[in-house]
Nanobody
Framework: QVQLVESGGGLVTAGGSLRLSCAAS????????MAWFRQATGKEREFVAE????????YYANSVKGRFTISRDTAKNTVYLQMNSLKPEDTAVYYC????????????WGQGTQVTVSS
């Protein structure tokens, strides 16, 4: 069973930075895609970024492109989301997720970590 545990959320002022971590366990992830999603209060969950475990190709939502960087450490089975130039509209619960490369659906989710950006 895949387990995903996020950490690194917190309160930061606008323009600041945070790095989220997602520790993954329960599988060999070579055939998986790992991603970050977020959900603000009263809004639907939205895609932020994803990275292919094998090869490291990454993709971003337009709203975070150039500010956020997704990466993975295969030795530590951990995925990161480096968030720079944070804006109040980045405030949300951030979730780590995983899917098999042959699937379009994310089957595994972490519990989420709160990110709050004050103006």
């Amino acid at each position: 069973q895949v387990q995903l545990v996020e950490s690194g959320g917190g309160l930061v002022t606008a323009g600041g930075s945070l790095r989220l971590s997602c520790a993954a366990s329960g599988r060999t992830f070579n055939m998986y895609v790992m991603a970050w999603f977020r959900q603000a209060t009263g809004k639907e969950r939205e895609f932020v970024a994803e990275i292919w475990w094998s090869g490291g190709s990454s993709y971003y939502a337009n709203s975070v492109k150039g500010r956020f960087t997704i990466s993975r450490d295969t030795a530590k089975n951990t995925v990161y989301l480096q968030m720079n130039s944070l804006k109040p509209e980045d405030t949300a619960v951030y979730y780590c997720a995983a899917r098999k490369t042959v699937s379009s659906l994310y089957d595994y989710w972490g519990q989420g970590t709160q990110v709050t950006v004050s103006s």
